[in-house]
């Protein structure tokens, strides 16, 4: 009895609680009273004008910025500064840039492996087992030995997706991972989020494609001036934002 009670509260818990996140750059305040919970499985969107503080949230959440006021917890794990603390969080998320960030001197299945290898202490034959099923699953596997300098930006994308999968994240941050590309590559990229979205992967995605958020957020973030100004699903933040600033907001990218 009680351990069924125990694990029923284990998998019905949120997979990120950020309460009263404050953080400060200097004398900036860039993110004010920020609360936000995402349950497992649960894809959101987060939206709002360039300097609102979306990245700086996102990042926030695996310690590759530092907050100075209240609290984020990551599968039942509080952040602090403890290194130990950081790394046990940093396994659960994983994080797409709008830059790729792959590592330009090592290839494609080398980007891939290194992380399962030198974080998880995975053989190298496991690691590129791993990594050649992700690298399947973005269509790039035929590409596996390739340099990221000669491919595409979406191809390199979806490399990034590959290499984040490849950890096994609970959840995964997008910060803009569209917005570098050429518009005829947006496409190849979205339809592999929209595949892991089908597939249940828990997504916290900052990005300014509307289809993509109406196809797949269960709800729909806007942020401004660091703070949450709006949270709705999709249609009625789309058919009908309440703020003025969404408001605007939509006006200028649509
Ligand atoms: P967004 O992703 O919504 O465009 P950011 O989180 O990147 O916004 O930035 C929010 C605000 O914080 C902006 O005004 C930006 O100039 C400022 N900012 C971002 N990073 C730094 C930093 N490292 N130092 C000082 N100010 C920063
Ligand atoms: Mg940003």
Redesign the pocket.
Known sequence: MTTATAVRQETTAPIIEIERLNKW??D?H?LRDIDLTVEKGERIVIC?P???????MIRCINHLEEHQMGRITVDGITMTRDVKCIEQIRHRVGMVFQHFNLFPHLTVLENCCLAPMWVQKKSRREAEDIAMRYLERVKIAHQANKYPGQMSGGQQQRVAIARSLCMHPDVMLFDEPTSALDPEMVKEVLDVMIELAEEGMTMLC?THEMGFARTVADRVIF?DEGQIVEEAPPEEFFGNPRSARAKTFLEQIV
């Open positions: 750059y200097g900036f860039v709002g360039s300097g609102s503080g979306k990245s700086t900052v942020m």
